[in-house]
């Protein structure tokens, strides 16, 4: 078969994890005789410096046009660089958050796995790690407090802000059914996040999971609450499979969850719409203390290829392949810069590699 990829390699170490998942991605092609045809598209920092916007009318519909696109990591340090001197909707944020919405991609799958041999970097003790984990938390993106309506007055001399958090039943059913449709093809178990002991559009989400809920009668589901889910997320979190929430619990807890698999240069993610097109990218961003270096790892952009394989292209077997190559790269010994044992005598028993070496590693175990 063939598929036309969007590739949005963007700023800081995007292009050098871009490359290795094309690399592999190439490898998948050769082994089983598909055919990736990849057009650039700019956007962030590097759209910024070229056209003077984070994402033109042109890019939104080069993305259109593609299968699914792929994505590195955009912006720069937030700090020194000269994008974050330009107003907010000028900024390479501004840039992903109107591609979301130009591409309705409301649904935000992000996996959380402990691999085996990474155990050594999870922060829990072993007792808490117990068999490990493997989830994935479905965060809605497209509504919430990211997108309502704000507002920053004077009243008698004091300055109030106000953030709103809208949710409609359309946008609550549509990401419910995504979160059961992958529970189908997990472990069947969905726990969907709210507040609803405060929040009315709490209180309509828990009614609308429900909703939704009763039609896969195969697949079991609770509700919690958001604090309890955080504290649980570090007390037991072998017990999630599918974590469904709203956009910002779902940004602080995604956080969370990857932090306790040990690094984000491991961590995939995938935005999707209620068609077949998805962006996938790292969880990370776009690294600048370590760009252009050659040692970030591309693990995680390399599994943001593999989901698109699984979840655009229904490549499942491929996307497979590429999976058991990244763990048999583990399994092998081989580390990036961030995953390498913090203790040395641990350290003398794998290799370090940089960027390229471990694309070239996991591709040769496809
Ligand atoms: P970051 O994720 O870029 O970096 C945090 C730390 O993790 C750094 O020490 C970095 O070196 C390390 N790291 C991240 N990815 C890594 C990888 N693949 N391999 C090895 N180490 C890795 O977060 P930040 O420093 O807060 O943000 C930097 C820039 O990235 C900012 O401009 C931010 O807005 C942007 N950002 C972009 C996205 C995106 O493109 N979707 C997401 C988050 C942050």
Redesign the pocket.
Known sequence: MSYHIGVIS?D??GPE?VAEAKKVLNKVADKYGHEFEYEDILMGGCSIDATGEPLTDAAIAQAMASDAVLMG??????QTSPWYQLPADKR??AG?LKLRKALNLFANMRPAFLYNELREACPLRDSVIGDGFDMVIMRELTGGLYFGERSTEEVDGVLMATDTLTYSEPEIRRIAIKAFEIARKRCKKVTSVDKANVLDSSRLWRGMVEEVAADYPDVSYEHMLVDNCAMQLVRNPGQFDVILTENMFGDILSDEASMVTGS??MLASASMNDTKFGLY??S???????AGKGI??PI?TILSAALMLRFSFDLDEEALAVEKAVQKFLEDGYR???IMPRDSKDAANVKQVGTKEAGDLICERI
Do not use: F, W
């Not at 990370?284 to 370590?290: E, K």
């Open positions: 963007g800081g170490i994890v990591s955009i912006g720069g340090n937030t390479p944020e992903l984000l240069g990218e790292p990370g961003g776009s690294a600048p203390d370590i970030a790892n995680a990036t810069i961030d």
